[in-house]
């Protein structure tokens, strides 16, 4: 699986040099607006594999970077993938740098708005003669999106990197009860409710940035899919990629992973921060 040795070469080492290639800026319109991106095209005979990769969470552009830092993680990976002839497109989600304008009202949100958008992008690429498999990579929350849209795209092959193998509510129960109890006890029934497909209509001002009325629709959404459950539905190879210090993802996701698609390839890069970056675990150096 040439894909497996080229990702396990770029991730770790993150090296970027110069090589024939071809950059394009591609965009598909929707509904609320236009969604922007980077086509980077070795210049080689015949075909080539194409991967579309895939953002993680929050303010998070096509490149990896966001406000509070930059690491160009995804780009690197897409110079990589290029040195090794293989094309690759990353796009700035709705909301984010070249594509803020495509993006909705936040109660109007949902998890299923950002597999909608992979899918367009996927049936863009797949119709792109240039290119002969789509391989559909996610990092972080990337991942989920990544898996859903793999399966209405019939995706030839998937990667996850540092994808969670929970579900997020069961992820935000864990990262809250670093809080004090009095924390917990407030936001424990909380998700509980919204896991159930409810807002809760009172919520505490101190709260507001995870559980305010506006975002509750899309948290919804996003607590009903369970990765496990997803990376199982799908009928294409999968390579699972996850770093030892990764403060954010754990390693036993990685292995929920692979227990729910025991097919799947799994490789655990020693040293691997959540960024792609050789760091410590310690806290205040693992950036």
């Known amino acids: 699986m040439k894909i497996r040795y080229v990702l396990i070469t770029i991730v770790f080492l993150a090296a970027s040099a110069l090589w024939s290639q071809t950059e394009e800026e591609l965009e598909i319109s929707t509904?609320?607006?236009?969604?922007?991106?980077t086509l980077l095209v070795p210049e080689v005979e015949g075909k080539t594999p194409v991967v579309l990769i895939i953002a993680g969470s929050g303010p998070t552009d096509r490149n990896g970077n966001n406000a509070m830092m930059t690491n160009n993680s995804l780009q690197l990976i897409a110079e990589g993938l290029s040195k090794y002839d293989i094309a690759s497109f990353r796009f700035d989600k709705r909301g984010i740098a070249a594509s803020a304008s495509a993006m909705t009202k936040e109660e109007d949100l949902r998890f299923e708005t950002y597999i909608d958008d992979v899918e367009l992008w996927a049936k863009q690429l797949k119709n792109d003669s240039r290119f002969s498999d789509l391989i559909i990579l996610g990092h972080s929350e990337g991942s989920l999106i990544g898996m859903v849209a793999a399966q209405g795209t019939r995706a030839d092959k998937f990667i996850s990197i540092a994808g969670v193998g929970r579900?997020?509510?069961?992820?935000?129960r864990e990262q809250l009860s670093a809080q004090p109890p009095a924390v917990t006890t407030m936001t424990d029934p909380i998700i509980t409710t919204l896991e159930q497909g409810q807002t809760v209509d009172s919520i505490n001002p101190m709260l507001n940035s995870l559980f305010r009325p506006s975002v509750q629709p899309y948290l919804i959404s996003w607590f009903k899919y369970n990765p496990g459950e997803e990376i199982?539905?799908?009928?294409?190879?999968?390579?699972?990629?996850?770093?030892?210090?990764?403060?954010q993802v754990k390693v036993k996701d990685a292995e929920m992973l692979v227990s729910a698609k025991p097919e799947a390839e799994k490789v655990i890069l020693e040293g691997m921060n959540h960024v792609l970056k050789e760091a410590p675990m310690d806290r205040m150096e693992n950036f």
């Open 232 to 247: 199982a539905k799908l009928d294409c190879p999968v390579l699972v990629l996850q770093g030892t210090t990764d403060i």
């Open 167 to 172: 579900p997020a509510a069961d992820i935000l």
């Open 31 to 37: 509904e609320t607006g236009t969604l922007k991106g």
